[in-house]
């Protein structure tokens, strides 16, 4: 990997002239940046390579990170953004703070094509609701079933979450004219609405509810990390909603190299091999080790759903009109 030497700043001291570490500003969530997340290893990888100082700062969830990025605009201290996703991709270039990446790697393993000038992949997933299979046996197979159930959910707000926004994009992916009266039926089921997934998963687990908006690979962390089977996705009939995570380089950063440093970075083995017990989601490129053991579950979304990221925008905003009549009656 590439090293700018111009990057170091000089510093001049008694007469003498010293080299200054330089410091990337990674934006990104918050979860990310836990002692659990993988945050820590990243950094600690990075910084044998770089020559710098690699500063995580988390900002809440994706969607609130992209609002935070916003408020700051040309004052942002950020270097890259990490963390948004595709369901926020054309929002973001919208604001023109982002600069092209180098090129797209030629082993992506994504279920669809990517071809972004700006945003790089850097991991995926399917949402999906999680259950206790010892305090929920008979776990809906559909949305259907789950909106006229009494089954208990805990979602993220859309407005401040990726996971949030990502069901109400489901939800509109599914239902499309019909997604009003699906969430006022779904409506009474939702316990609460948090501002992102770490509150509300930490809610679940705690037994404020039946089952919680995440991801089917979240079984996978208690399999592995706690050797608990007795989490499980509700695969739905109908199809579950792609998530795809990514990163860009902030146009305006002061060390444009380091950022394509750490951008180039996150597709190696390295980065890759932590995220799946880290960040528990998909490698956007298959690790030379595989995928750990009990990572994938038996039970697989059978479709895919995504809608293309230049309709996100439009549809958005009437689906958060949708979610916001339905919750407030």
């Known amino acids: 990997m590439k090293r700018s030497l111009l990057a170091a700043a000089l510093v001049t001291f008694g007469g003498a002239t010293w080299a200054e570490t330089p410091t990337l500003t ?8 836990s002692d659990w997340g993988p945050g820590p290893a990243v ?11 690699l500063v995580f700062v988390g900002a809440g969830d994706g969607a609130a990170l992209l609002s935070r990025l916003k408020l700051e605009g040309a004052r942002t201290k950020a270097d890259v953004v990490l963390g948004l996703d595709t369901s926020l991709i054309a929002n973001a270039k ?12 030629s082993d992506l393993d994504l279920p ?42 805990i979602i993220q707000d859309p407005r401040s979450s990726t996971p949030g926004l990502g ?15 699906a969430w006022e039926e779904l409506s009474p089921r939702i316990v609460t609405v948090t501002k992102g997934w770490s509150e509300a998963y930490g809610m679940f687990l705690e037994g404020e509810a039946d089952m919680v908006l995440s991801y089917t690979t979240s079984p996978a962390y208690h399999l592995i990390a706690e050797e608990d089977d007795t989490k499980a996705a509700a695969i739905f009939e109908e199809g579950h909603y792609m998530q795809i995570e990514v990163a860009a380089k902030v146009a305006g950063s002061e060390h444009g190299q380091l950022a394509d440093d750490f951008l180039e970075f996150m597709m190696s083995d390295t980065f890759q091999t932590i995220i799946p017990t880290t960040n528990w ?13 009990g990572f994938v579950a038996e039970n ?11 309709e996100v925008e439009a549809i958005r905003k009437e689906a958060l009109a949708e979610w916001l009549s339905a919750l407030s009656k």
Request: charged share 20%; hydrophobic share 40%.
């Open 26 to 33: 990674v934006y990104t969530y918050d979860s990310f940046v």
């Open 43 to 53: 950094e600690a990888a990075f910084e044998e390579t770089c020559g710098c100082d």
């Open 94 to 105: 919208a604001t023109d703070m982002f600069a092209p990446h180098n090129g797209i790697p």
């Open 112 to 153: 669809v094509v990517w071809s972004d000038d700006v945003f790089l992949p850097y991991d995926w997933g399917y949402f999906a609701f999680i259950y206790d299979k010892t305090q929920l046996p008979d776990a809906p197979t559909s949305f259907d079933q789950l909106r006229k159930s009494d089954i208990s959910i």
């Open 167 to 181: 069901l109400l994009l489901w939800v509109k992916e599914i239902y499309g004219n019909g997604a009003a009266e």
């Open 281 to 293: 989601m998909y490698p956007a490129i298959l690790p030379s080790n595989g995928l750990p053991d």
């Open 300 to 310: 697989q979304p059978e479709e895919a759903l995504l809608i293309p990221i230049d």
